[in-house]
């Protein structure tokens, strides 16, 4: 990996712009608040962030989320002299920020999914990492640059809700190694906790137990899923952010083998989370057109939300448990 030319780059463009992924999360915004945060230390400039939907509450203490601008924001027909994609593993995820991206004179792609083809023109990706937020940190480190707090903050919780609060597959030693050093800067892990995994709604609560309440189970409780109508959605007014962590609890069932979640989107097709113990789910939502990790994967169907359910459950059937 290039990493000198990827200092020379941030340092000669003179306007930036960093993207995250749709329906986002702790990793992609983590890294682009951290990215944010070591670039302004650096080098004392300032970088566009984008958003392309909107932001869970949740994340509201990070350093400079506030600077965040959603893609309606945006002029489509500027060019920037650097784009940089984090936590992205295909360009769809970034829907119409695609324009901009490709507008780009030049384009960064860092990310650590396994399915990601390299589509920039620079590319970090380590599918062996826990996070982007581990990738970024090792960026920073091979560039010489300083990590202040604002960024350790940043890229802990990036790191810390990849990593499921280091309880997945995804943690190496590396892992540790690098919170370990993010401890060292000044985070405090115990109140990063707190922010991220004790500050839920009540509508989030209510909600995911109206959702879990529904599940259907199969194969001897191997699979476990649940089907989300915008009708839910509507009847809790939850939002998107309402939806996170909740294929996760089907998961956490001891029987459960591979738990997904089939969300009914308004435009009539089918957004599905899926996680396993055992099987590669991103094998089965590339075909689909998705992707992801091995364990924690996701796909859009363009079909009617059982119809997407049932297509799901027959590619599942195809793989052993």
């Known amino acids: 990996?290039?990493?000198?030319?990827?200092?020379?780059?941030?340092?000669?463009?003179?306007?930036i712009l960093i993207i995250s992924h749709i329906n986002p999360d702790g990793d992609t915004l983590g890294s682009m608040c951290g990215l944010y945060s070591a670039i302004l230390d650096n080098y004392k400039k300032k970088c566009d962030m984008m958003s392309i939907s909107k932001i869970p509450d949740v994340y509201s203490f990070l350093?400079?989320?506030?600077?965040?601008?959603?893609?309606?924001?945006?002029?489509?027909?500027?060019?920037?002299?650097?784009?940089?994609?984090?936590?992205?593993?295909?360009?769809?995820?970034?829907?119409?920020?695609?324009?901009?991206?490709?507008?780009?004179?030049?384009?960064?792609?860092?990310?650590?999914?396994?399915?990601?083809?390299?589509?920039?023109?620079?590319?970090?990706?380590?599918?062996?990492?826990?996070?982007?937020?581990?990738?970024?940190?090792?960026?920073?480190?091979?560039?010489?640059w300083r990590v202040n707090l604002d960024a350790a903050i940043c890229l802990y919780t990036a790191i810390l809700t990849d990593t499921g609060s280091f309880r997945f597959d995804n943690t190496k030693p590396l892992t540790f190694d690098t919170a370990g050093k993010l401890v060292e800067i000044g985070v405090q892990p115990s109140d990063i906790y707190k922010k991220v995994y004790e500050s839920d709604s009540k509508t989030l609560v209510m909600f995911q137990a109206h959702c879990i309440s529904k599940a259907k189970?199969?194969?001897?409780?191997?699979?476990?899923?649940?089907?989300?109508?915008?009708?839910?959605?509507e009847k809790f007014s939850a939002g998107d952010d309402c939806m996170e962590g909740l294929t996760e609890k089907l998961r956490a069932i001891v029987t459960t083998r591979i738990a997904f979640v089939a969300k009914e989107m308004k435009n009539g097709g089918t957004?599905?989370?899926?996680?396993?113990?055992?099987?590669?789910?991103a094998e089965i939502?590339?075909?689909?057109?998705?992707?992801?990790?091995?364990?924690?994967?996701?796909?859009?169907?363009?079909?009617?939300?059982?119809?997407?359910?049932?297509?799901?459950?027959?590619?599942?059937?195809?793989?052993?448990?």
Do not use: Q, W
């Open 1 to 15: 990996m290039d990493y000198s030319k990827l200092n020379d780059i941030i340092k000669s463009s003179k306007n």
């Open 63 to 144: 350093p400079h989320l506030n600077e965040v601008k959603n893609i309606e924001d945006y002029d489509k027909s500027r060019e920037y002299d650097l784009v940089i994609n984090v936590d992205v593993a295909s360009l769809d995820r970034i829907c119409d920020a695609k324009t901009l991206f490709d507008k780009a004179k030049f384009r960064v792609n860092i990310d650590h999914h396994k399915t990601n083809s390299a589509y920039g023109d620079l590319n970090f990706i380590n599918p062996d990492a826990s996070s982007t937020g581990e990738v970024l940190f090792n960026c920073f480190s091979e560039m010489g």
């Open 217 to 233: 189970f199969l194969d001897n409780d191997k699979i476990a899923y649940t089907i989300v109508y915008k009708k839910d959605m």
């Open 271 to 281: 957004k599905v989370s899926m996680r396993s113990k055992f099987a590669d789910v």
């Open 285 to 321: 939502c590339e075909i689909f057109g998705g992707g992801g990790h091995k364990f924690a994967a996701g796909c859009t169907i363009k079909a009617p939300v059982e119809e997407a359910a049932r297509k799901v459950l027959e590619e599942i059937s195809k793989h052993e448990l």
